[in-house]
């Protein structure tokens, strides 16, 4: 009996089509979120996670999977009791309502896609491009974690560590010599291990001063603002960067060292004065951080609402803190009640590289506000 061979020529990808369906999806998730980031960024759900791990995004750029009918546009068949004659009707298309702000209303509202994305996933989307700006080497910079690189091969070393590779090589090579080019059994002297050396990875010293105003002027929404910039300026320093110190300091008339919790969640009251937040930055710096041994980066949000006899003393006490810093940088929150004579516009009087400010007057701003601080060529920004 003569065999019989039969050549498959099934598409084996269509196994895996549920797979490829699922990874293109998310990618196309990944995608809408990398267009919306600026909606994204400043979502409640997301600020107020409270360090769950995965998140709901809404995505208005993307829609669910859904059957679309067009009323009234297109021919359409259907199905029906079978007792209709010509001329009867059917239905009618609904009219558009032409009183807006009247009753329930009858427009359509635009859906949007709610994706699940994880912290970590969405952080690495919006870190993407962003770095600390200046970043020079220090005197004393600071051991940031210990590596263990595979350099050397030894012919005695532990079982765990054996390099399969050249073993193999070795005997071939000790059989060819005996006149048998082939593998065949290992000896122990065939046997090579590798060994390694550790190395150590050093990272420039950093700390970061986060200024915060919390005065009377500074509303639900301002201090809303604030902290979204702050919650993932945290974020990204501690994602990219294994030897950054943040410094959280809050104030109102008066200035004081805060923790990161109180930093996040408590509030004050009272008037604004922004040259104490600044003078205890400047006494910080003097007493903590050496800038010959660390890297200084200096950020404060307010809604500019400051008192006008201290204005002239900001300005004084910035320019001191350029001379130490790095960067540093001012956000001024656009709130309701805004004024002209804010402390931005005594700003523009400030004429230095290292000194940037940024107007924020919605939420989506906040992302903008992120590159512009943490663009690591500030040199290439007009460009």
Not at 64 to 87: A, S
Not at 241 to 266: G, P, R, S
Not at 356 to 362: D, E
Request: glycine residues 8%.
């Amino acid at each position: 009996m003569s065999g019989e061979y039969t050549v498959s020529r099934e598409d084996w990808s269509l196994h895996r089509k549920g797979e490829i369906d699922r990874e293109r999806h998310r990618e196309k998730v990944r995608e809408a979120i990398k267009k919306n980031l600026a909606d994204v960024v400043s979502e409640e759900s997301i600020i107020l996670s409270d360090g769950r791990k995965i998140v709901k995004v809404p995505i208005r750029s993307l829609e669910e999977y859904h059957f679309r009918f067009d009323t009234g546009k297109r021919k359409h068949i259907g199905q029906g009791q079978g007792d209709t004659k010509e001329g009867d009707v059917l239905g009618r298309e609904q009219k558009k309502s032409t009183a807006p702000g009247k009753g329930a209303g009858e427009e359509p509202g635009m859906d949007y896609y709610e994706a699940e994305i994880t912290i970590d996933e969405l952080a690495q989307l919006i870190f993407e491009d962003l770095g600390l700006p200046n970043l020079q080497p220090k005197k004393k910079p600071e051991l940031a974690s210990e590596a263990f690189e595979f350099k050397d091969i030894r012919k005695k070393g532990i079982s765990t560590n054996i390099d399969r590779k050249r073993t193999i090589l070795e005997a071939i090579k000790r059989n060819a010599r005996q006149g048998q080019p082939r593998f065949g059994k290992i000896t122990r002297e065939d046997l090579r291990y590798k060994t390694w050396d550790i190395t150590y990875k050093y990272e420039s010293n950093a700390v970061i001063l986060a200024m915060m105003d919390t005065s009377g002027s500074m509303g639900p929404y301002e201090k809303y603002i604030a902290r979204s910039f702050f919650f993932w300026m945290t974020r990204f320093l501690r994602t990219k960067y294994q030897n950054v110190q943040i410094v959280f300091l809050a104030h109102h008339v008066e200035a004081k060292e805060t923790t990161e919790e109180e930093f996040f969640t408590k509030g004050a009251s009272g008037g604004t004065r922004c040259s104490s937040v600044y003078q205890l930055a400047l006494e910080t710096i003097a007493k903590r951080y050496n800038p010959e041994d660390y890297n200084i980066y200096a950020f404060h949000f307010s809604d500019g609402d400051n008192l006008t006899s201290d204005n002239e003393k900001c300005l004084k006490l910035i320019n001191e803190l350029l001379q130490v810093c790095n960067l540093v940088g001012y956000g001024e929150i656009e709130g309701p009640y805004y004024f002209t004579s804010t402390l931005r516009v005594v700003y523009r009087k400030i004429v230095n590289p290292k000194f940037t400010s940024v107007g924020i007057k919605s939420k989506s701003d906040v992302y903008p506000a992120l590159k512009t601080f943490f663009n690591p060529h500030p040199e290439n920004a007009a460009k």
